[in-house]
């Protein structure tokens, strides 16, 4: 049973504009929340996180929102530049070692 | 930076052959983890350790196993390799509770 979802195989946004992934989990226990990078033939590198206790953490051009009633959960890249194209996993964490990754969003970034 | 090193990019196997995929990390960290990612199926836990001797089954552990002599050092073993164990497999390793978890580059093992 998949526990955390990424329902967006794909996602494509012109240079400059804004890119919003999603991701949705189904478990009120998880305590922590990821956002992975990967390109191709590399392994994943992690992006940013948040607490189950935040609602938003900002690093630079990514931003992360977690809405805990919907259980819900957007990473924000602005401006998207063609660098950001890649595969992007969320990924959830409870009592502090299980990790549940999502099945990933392939962002493409247009010039 | 945190160092996870996996011995082998690529690897070329035939079914029913034993496979050894190493893994090094070079951080002092406890908790060690083997991936599988497919399409479609995002990445999925095959097994974990968090500590030296310690393993734990994941969500997929059959038709593997795993050992851990070492501390910076997480082996994962195909018994006997199948044609469905075709896949990219991911190391990686967490310095502790709620750590974010550090990623080898990946072995793509084709298995034939």
């Known amino acids: 049973d998949q526990q955390v979802k990424q329902n967006s195989p794909s996602l494509s946004v012109q240079e400059g504009r804004i890119s919003i992934l999603n991701c949705d989990y189904t478990?009120?226990?998880?305590?922590?929340f990821l956002w992975y990078k990967k390109y191709p033939a590399e392994g994943p590198t992690f992006l940013i996180s948040i607490s189950s206790i935040k609602d938003k953490n900002e690093d630079g051009r990514f931003t992360v929102f977690l809405n805990k009633s919907a259980k819900h959960l957007s990473l924000h890249i602005v401006p998207s530049q063609p660098g950001d194209s890649a595969v992007y996993f969320c990924?959830?964490?409870?009592?502090?070692?299980?990790?549940?990754f999502g099945t990933g969003t392939s962002l493409t970034v247009i010039p | 930076d945190v160092k996870v090193t996996q011995s082998s990019r690529y690897l070329v196997k035939r079914t029913g052959e034993k496979v050894f995929l190493e893994c090094v990390q070079d951080?002092?960290?406890?908790?060690m983890f083997w991936y599988r990612q497919d399409p479609g199926l995002g990445l999925r836990l095959i097994y974990f350790s968090y500590d030296v001797k310690m393993k734990e089954k994941g969500d997929i552990p059959e038709g593997y196993s795993v050992s851990r002599e070492k501390k910076e050092r997480f082996s994962l073993i195909l018994e006997s390799a199948s044609t469905n164990q075709t896949s990219m497999y991911l190391c990686a390793s967490s310095f502790s509770y709620n750590s974010p978890l550090h990623f080898g580059n990946g072995t793509r093992l084709t298995v034939t």
């Open positions: 951080m002092d960290h406890e908790n």
């Open positions: 990924a959830a964490i409870k009592d502090g070692n299980q990790f549940y």
């Open positions: 478990n009120s226990m998880f305590d922590y």
